[in-house]
């Protein structure tokens, strides 16, 4: 588990008992808003990303059949 997941965590529990918590809130915010999670970044796919996909899979697909045809002239 990484650090601000714990942190998270502790929040959340101190939260349930009524403990001021509201300064870890303000440190997990501005900790979140310094280091958005990469994550979000991958998962979120559009059709551009697809589009990227497509075409290097078919810049791969030339590549190889290159070189299957300069290897059977050979």
Not at 9 to 17: A, C, G, H, K, T
Not at 19 to 32: D, G, H, V
Request: net charge negative.
């Amino acid at each position: 588990m990484n650090l601000i997941k714990e942190i998270k965590n502790l929040r959340d529990e101190m939260v349930s008992v009524n403990w001021p918590s509201q300064r870890l809130s303000n440190i997990i915010t501005r900790y979140e808003t310094d280091n958005p999670p990469a994550i979000a970044k991958d998962d979120d796919r559009g059709p551009l990303d697809l589009t990227r996909l497509l075409e290097e899979k078919d810049r791969e697909i030339a590549k190889l059949r290159k070189q299957l045809d300069s290897k059977s002239e050979v």
